[in-house]
């Protein structure tokens, strides 16, 4: 018996000295810590180049530079019970203010603290990942992937997505400590500190609400045995979910993002802009080329969608069948499929909307169980490099190498994309993906010259954007707006007429309109259009109507201001 469990200790101690990596001047390191050490430290050189871009005013960094920077101290109460941007993410916004407290408004400070979250982060998904796939090397492959993939800069270079690497930090720590529960015996502190996490997650970005499922969807993938104990654990996290998803719900209508696809699409073109969000995803992950920080909705035609939404169920029927014939760890590849499914399925157009239908920051968490099917396959090649060639083991090094090098130059010229306000929309024009891109990147360069007070640009930009989407009432209200200013008033009031026209329920335009018809000379029907906008709840209104609609108006309205709508917000979803 001794000398068995000698040969087995031996057994071990000769793979330990396998698995150590000797460094210069003696140092040893095990391969899982080199591994993440290596990761780590090509992720900070790859993104220590954004430490030179600036804020992206005009594109939500300036809001909520704004709205932190007129505070002599952290006001915690106010963090906590305000929308940002139509959200409600407190944490987020808390850690905006502690960085502008220490640094001010250096944007380098704020761009560091979201490369130290995606940091963590990726430390964080190796050591989940060493949990769930048994392995150093599978964990490590995820864990590169997740750190250098081109779609994921923007959730690590553009400040205002802070909360993406928040939430994220909590959801994966939950996981962990879920994991350990689950291995430990169900043990009450694993319990606790996976309910802080979960929590602390949800006060940071409203995707964390999907974090009960996917305590599910570990239960599948640990082989447990459904009992009533497994679903009631989960109720209080499904009661945090819903509570913070209502709140989320709220959060976006005060700011007017939510929009029922209904009116627009119907629900069989709805099931397809589902499948195009899935098989968008889908492509990035493999070809991350052609990225940009705008995704338009599909323009309809004749009734239609394009023909691309329709084909993407081949992408989706495809990797469905993939993984319905996939038996060699099939478990897994099922969990990964639809961890992926679950995660992303919050942003997908379901029944709301934002103004774009995807963006590359959506994929953070999602990509993960993406990653885990990619990595046990590369996991199983690595097993088996003994059984092939020498030419052949040569070219798997080769290609697993341009793969690295090639995520990693795109996520440099990424990087380089998000330097400031103009690269990036400038950017989104000459990719040149549809008219409803390049409309949306000319009214947001238009939204940028005006707060610039550059109102000859801003005009040209707003002027571009109508001639690529002639019902951009957006657009028309804030050419209207400045017109209004250079005193074109009937020029102006036309743009206004086109906005309600377009949509009758437009608040800002009946007010702007009011405006620009009072300057004209007409109080009455100036009272008249204030009154329709005030029905539809814009307060300025109300104090228009209180000031100048009285028995005796003034003759001039010169102090009045025209009132523009979202004029200075991106798709604000970071």
Partial sequence: MKQKAGKKNGTSGRNQHQDVLTLPAGIRLGYPAAAILLILLLTFLLYSTALRNEFLNGWDDGEYLTAISGQEKVNMPEIFSTFHLGMYQPLAVLSFAINF?????????FILTNILLHLINTFLIFRLMERWMKGWFPAAAVALLFAI???HVEGVAWISTRSSGLYSLFFLAGLITWDKYLDNGLKIK??????????????SKSMAATFPVVLLLMDYLKRRKYSHRVITEKLPFFVLSVIFGLVAIRASASFGHITVLEQDFNPVQRLFLILYGISFYLIKLFVPVNLSAIYAFPATAEGGLPAFVYSSVLVVAAAAAFVAFRRKNRRETVFGGLFFLVTIGMVLPLFWSRIFITADRYTYIPYLGLF????RYADELRKNRFTLDSTTLKLVYIASALIILSLSAATLRRIRVWHDTPTLLTDVVDKKRSDADMAHAYFYLGNYHDGL???GEALKYYDLAISRNPQYILALNNRGILKGKAGETGSAIADFDRCISLKPDYAEAWYNRGVAVFQKGDPAKACADWKESARLGFKPAVQAIGKYCRNNPPASGKALQANGGNTGESDSTN
């Fill in 149 to 151: 993939h081109p779609m």
């Fill in 372 to 375: 885990m099917i990619i990595a």
């Fill in 453 to 455: 007070e550059h109102a």
């Fill in 190 to 203: 694993d319990y606790s500190l996976t309910l802080l996490f979960a929590t602390l997650a949800l006060f």
């Fill in 101 to 109: 407290k220490l640094s001010g408004a250096q944007p380098w400070a």
